[in-house]
């Protein structure tokens, strides 16, 4: 009987080290950190995420492990690679004036990365075409402090009930987003991101004036079994890198 489980084991070993060996590399594209103000970023700059969804936890995690000039080198997780790749990390570097991501690896912490091909979005053939999606509701502004552990941040809070039309469906949403200039990672804003968010929120009804500065320091949408909630558990200023180019 000891004699078979040990070999049940070692079947089972085996097993698990084929499915790992068979996962496809991990995708990267140069747009990957886009969404991203990287120009605000120093060494060290650290921020980690919870999300809970349909009964499912998992854990995104960014750092700024270094900037050499004109290049921001970031580290990452989540739970795509997780679930492919568990315990592996993301480490690409970015262009600090267009945030394109330039070149990346990948592999476990302490150990010497694998160099990945980073996908480059084509370009639009003329102007690039305008979404149809609509939104109309009503929201919500006030001032927010959230703990994160041993910090307090100040956030702007907005809750909406929203309903979003594209392709001639509606999509009756709600959700409430706490925004925090403090944080790492902010969200990229410009004339042109503002102009179109704008544009696309020209009907809702506020009541205050709506932000949306900064990064996400906690998200809720959904009600019931489809209530999704995205948390900051933590952030700092000491991150170090640990993939190996």
Excluded at 3 to 30: E, F, G, N, W, Y
Excluded at 78 to 95: E, T
Excluded at 182 to 201: C, G, H, I, R, V
Excluded at 227 to 238: E, F, L, Y
Aim: charge should be positive; glycine fraction near 10%; proline fraction near 4%.
């Amino acid at each position: 009987m000891r004699k078979m489980t040990v070999i049940c084991t070692l079947v089972l070993a085996l097993c698990a080290s084929m499915a790992s060996a068979q996962m496809p590399d991990p995708t990267v594209s140069d747009m990957s950190m886009s969404m991203y103000d990287v120009g605000s970023l120093k060494a060290g700059d650290w921020v980690e995420y919870e999300t809970e969804a349909y009964g499912q936890k998992y854990s995104t995690k960014y750092a700024c492990v270094g900037v050499e000039g004109d290049v921001i080198w970031i580290e990452y997780s989540d739970a795509g690679l997780a679930m492919m790749h568990k315990g592996s990390v993301i480490l690409v570097s970015v262009n600090k004036g267009d945030r394109k991501v330039t070149k990346a690896w990948f592999g476990k912490p302490g150990e010497k990365g694998k160099e990945l091909k980073v996908s480059v979005t084509p370009k639009p053939a003329g102007d690039p075409p305008k979404s149809d999606m609509k939104m109309k509701g009503t929201g919500k502004v006030s001032k927010d402090k959230l703990k994160v552990k041993d910090k307090e941040l100040d956030c702007e809070k907005l809750e909406m009930d929203i309903v979003s039309t594209m392709g001639g469906k509606d999509y009756p949403s709600k959700s409430t987003t706490w925004y925090c200039e403090s944080l790492p990672f902010k969200y990229f804003q410009d004339e042109a991101t503002k102009k179109n968010s704008d544009e696309m929120m020209k009907d809702v009804k506020w009541d205050g004036k709506p932000e949306g500065k900064g990064a996400v320091a906690r998200q809720e949408s959904g009600e019931g079994p489809a209530k999704s909630v995205m948390a900051c558990v933590g952030c700092g200023t000491d991150a170090k890198a640990t993939l190996q180019k």
